[in-house]
């Protein structure tokens, strides 16, 4: 550790490696098991919601950060249980069509082709990862 002063009474510590090697671990305050958490992600799935969707009802309404604390990544889970989900690519291609059908329509709506800009980017993201 390195001691940087902040002020003339205060000490700052700046740690030597930020690039420590994170480890996941299940948190204590955690409580549900993984089988409950595979039953409420295919009951979720079932209801139309994409996996993204999914995690984010997980971390808002039932306190799980991650579902891969718990072993398993969520898309695995739904192909285990051969469960049909949308793809974030998917609905990612479905913005860009209406956004550049709505361009040509409209080819003064500067914050529509930001907006396409900025879908593009993700889509070339999510292929670029894959």
């Known amino acids: 550790m390195l001691k940087a002063k902040k002020t003339d009474t205060e000490e700052k510590t700046i740690d030597e490696s930020p690039n420590k090697e994170k480890t996941e671990e299940k948190s204590s ?41 718990l072993g398993k990544k969520l898309t695995n889970i739904l192909k285990k249980e051969k469960i049909t989900y949308i793809k974030d690519q998917d609905i990612i291609n479905k913005k860009v069509e209406t956004l550049k059908s709505h361009i040509t329509k409209n080819k003064y709506d500067h914050s529509a082709k930001r907006s396409l800009a900025k879908q593009l980017w993700l889509l070339h993201n999510i292929n670029k990862n894959k």
């Open 29 to 69: 305050w955690i409580k549900i098991k993984p089988q409950e958490l595979e039953k409420m992600i295919s009951d979720l799935a079932k209801q139309g919601n994409s996996p993204s969707k999914i995690g984010i009802i997980l971390r808002d309404k039932h306190a799980v950060p991650k579902t891969k604390l």
